[in-house]
């Protein structure tokens, strides 16, 4: 003989499951005795009367209308029910039914698990927690530095299919874990947020493996990262090196969240000399010249920046090309002549501004090997070459000339016999 047991009062379960997906769920037993006897998992559909409402029977697969299996130990009752490729059609409320052949047979009418089958997967669920803090809830907001988690959470309907978890954004010093149990996985992903965390839309993807093909569902979170002035600059306008007596503006520029609160001018000294972003000096003089910073502040901290401002001046110049006063030429005592017993140099210098005009002569005519030079506004020098091949005496005549007159050099000079005439 055997034993029927049912429970008058139900209780229901609601799964929801992706069409084409893989569905399991687990039910615990309480015939210690009996289990030992080889026992039967047998689901029921939309009722209790098994003739009618068996869809699954754990033993005699050929006629279950649900494909699937039973795995772990019903006799330690610690098991698992999987359902292959359940449809739409497959919604509806399930019993387990416990079937020892003649010792016991016995229905769980008072538990029952309600399955949805739908076209797409449920979206995942991020939350943000901080270190020692709990969940975070206002706004995201964390502090930088703070150690940070974030969890996105799915149903995990198969247990030996659980969804996979994909980050559109790893932070370097991430540490990604992934904890998957029989109706719930997740993906957690620790990090110290810092100031380049703030704005990031961190996505997390799960993707199901069905029958024949993925699908994913996805959820996003934006993190707000609360942190103190940094990237702080001063510049000067129209340039840190200004002339005595005129206007400068200083600018102080900062990169903080929330905004800077307050900017304030300082000299070198410690002084404090203004407040705000920007410092104008209308009309600077010398005690204007030195180091300026200015300290940015915020809730979360302070930075500095500085310039250094440098007052210049203009004294009075001489003009680059500066004009000596009128002269007349006058040939330079320093113009001579050296002699070779088969040439003749002479070199004849003169002064005068305008700068004079240069002339050689030779006994009345003009010869051809000269070479002149300026040696600058008011002076010119000349150079000449004669071979001794003039008559026996001869002169050689140097005229210095400009609009203011005239100098003339003249040089003398005879033929001496050489020794073998």
């Known amino acids: 003989m055997y034993e029927e047991r049912e429970e008058g009062k139900e209780s229901k379960d609601r799964e929801e499951k992706e069409s084409g997906s893989d569905f399991s769920f687990q039910v615990e037993e309480q015939y210690d005795?009996?289990?030992?006897?080889?026992?039967?998992?047998?689901?029921?559909?939309?009722g209790t009367d098994v003739n009618r409402n068996k869809v699954f029977n754990s033993k005699v697969t050929t006629e279950n209308k649900i494909e699937g299996e039973i795995i772990g130990d019903l006799l330690v009752k610690n098991c698992t029910t999987i359902f292959y490729d359940i449809r739409q059609s497959d919604n509806g409320d399930y019993y387990f039914r416990l079937d020892i052949s003649k010792y016991l047979k016995y229905t769980y009418t008072s538990t029952s698990v309600s399955l949805r089958v739908q076209d797409s997967p449920i979206s995942p669920s991020i939350t943000l927690y901080k270190e020692d803090q709990g969940e975070v809830e206002d706004q995201n907001e964390v502090v930088e530095g703070t150690s940070v988690?974030?969890?996105c959470s799915a149903p995990s309907p198969c247990l030996l299919k659980p969804p996979t978890f994909t980050w559109n954004f790893l932070p370097e010093e991430r540490r990604q874990e992934q904890n998957h149990n029989t109706s719930f996985s997740s993906s957690q992903l620790n990090f110290n947020a810092t100031h380049l965390h703030h704005g990031l839309t961190f996505t997390c993807t799960t993707t199901y493996q069905l029958q024949n093909q993925n699908k994913s569902a996805q959820s996003s979170r934006t993190l707000h990262?609360?942190?103190?002035?940094r990237n702080t600059s001063?510049?000067?306008s129209p340039s840190a090196s200004v002339l005595l007596g005129s206007s400068v503006s200083l600018s102080c520029s900062s990169d903080a969240n929330p905004a800077v609160l307050n900017y304030t001018w300082y000299r070198e000294n410690g002084e404090q000399i203004g407040t705000g972003n920007h410092?104008?000096?209308n009309t600077t003089d010398s005690t204007h010249r030195g180091l300026y910073y200015c300290r940015a502040q915020n809730q979360h901290g302070d930075h500095n920046s500085s310039v250094v401002l440098d007052v210049q001046y203009t004294p009075p110049t001489p003009p680059l090309n500066p004009t000596p006063p009128p002269d007349?030429?006058?040939?330079?005592?320093?113009?001579?002549?050296?002699?070779?017993?088969?040439?003749i140099m002479c070199s004849c210098e003169v002064h005068g501004n305008p700068s004079p005009k240069l002339e050689w002569s030779v006994s009345g005519q003009t010869p051809s090997t000269i070479r002149e030079e300026s040696v600058n506004y008011t002076t010119s020098r000349s150079f000449i070459s004669i071979h001794q091949s003039f008559t026996d005496m001869f002169t050689l005549q140097c005229v210095g000339s400009n609009t203011?007159?005239?100098?003339?050099?003249l040089f003398y000079f005879?033929?001496?016999?050489?020794?073998?005439?």
């Open 328 to 343: 007349a030429p006058q040939v330079s005592p320093s113009s001579s002549c050296n002699s070779t017993q088969e040439l």
């Open 279 to 281: 410092l104008t000096i």
């Open 404 to 409: 203011l007159g005239t100098d003339t050099q």
């Open 414 to 421: 005879k033929k001496v016999p050489h020794p073998s005439d």
């Open 33 to 46: 005795a009996d289990l030992q006897r080889d026992p039967t998992g047998i689901w029921l559909k939309d």
């Open 149 to 151: 988690s974030l969890i």
């Open 225 to 229: 990262v609360l942190y103190g002035p």
């Open 234 to 236: 001063v510049s000067a």
